[in-house]
């Protein structure tokens, strides 16, 4: 199966400033990679996802970039907010392709300091 | 649309005592997941549902835990006997056959002493 490593554990920014969350993986058959947020004692929920036929995807605020030949994409927050803070999960299809359960990151704890 | 349904949203249990949690998908999602998720961890699967058929159960312990999903809608997640590292937040989940989208509920906390 898939494994999913996420770097930093944990993440502290200035209002205002970028957050970047990076990921890897093991299985270069794998082509779907999401995103999901999960506040203090709530459900995660989905916040981008990205499939390997694009390098990157933009939504408002959060980009999320595809390295196929490393295996690795990330997560990219501009212009945190105090709101954005959460833990963030990467993922990755357990089986490879897009398809199947999926694989989380251990999380990364993100604080944004006002 | 309604979202995942899940109860009970808490239980404190002894060790050894059973328990079970209840899972209710979106309507028309046919596959339905429960990861464990243990405090300062990231979700891990503990089973996977298709309709009312089990697509990947590997990671389930399957001497204590064991969960089923008879008419292909809502599920059940049993724990017998519980030991003092099941404490974790169970999550369900749910998706349209074939897509990994995933929709999760509010989770069930468990807490055993």
């Known amino acids: 199966g898939e494994n999913v490593e996420q770097h930093p554990s944990t993440l502290s920014v200035q209002e205002g400033d970028s957050a970047v969350i990076k990921c890897t993986y093991s299985?270069?058959?794998?082509?779907?990679f999401p995103w999901y947020k999960q506040e203090l004692g709530k459900r995660p929920q989905l916040i981008i996802d990205?499939?390997?036929?694009?390098g990157e995807k933009k939504d408002q605020r959060i980009a999320v970039t595809l390295n196929k030949t490393a295996k690795h994409f990330s997560l990219h927050i501009t212009e945190t907010q105090p709101e954005d803070s959460a833990v963030y999960f990467c993922?990755?299809?357990?089986?490879?392709?897009?398809?199947?359960?999926?694989?989380f990151g251990k999380g990364t704890k993100l604080s944004v300091k006002p | 649309e309604a979202g995942v349904a899940q109860s009970p949203r808490y239980k404190i249990i002894e060790k050894r005592q059973s328990v079970a949690f209840w899972c209710n998908p979106i309507?028309?999602?046919?596959?339905l997941y429960w990861y464990q998720q243990i405090l300062g961890q990231g979700p891990k699967l503990l089973i996977q549902?298709?309709?009312?058929?089990?697509?990947?159960d590997s990671q389930l312990p399957k001497d204590r835990f064991s969960a089923e999903r008879l008419k292909g809608v809502d599920s059940t997640l049993k724990i017998q006997p519980a030991k003092l590292e099941d404490s974790a937040v169970y999550l369900c989940?749910?998706?349209?056959?074939?897509?990994?989208?995933?929709?999760f509920g509010a989770g069930s906390r468990l807490t055993v002493l």
């Open positions: 989940a749910s998706s349209f056959s074939g897509a990994n989208v995933l929709t």
């Open positions: 299985d270069s058959a794998s082509n779907y």
């Open positions: 990205i499939r390997s036929n694009v």
């Open positions: 993922a990755a299809p357990n089986y490879g392709g897009s398809q199947g359960n999926l694989i």
């Open positions: 309507s028309g999602h046919a596959t």
């Open positions: 549902f298709q309709n009312n058929g089990v697509v990947d």
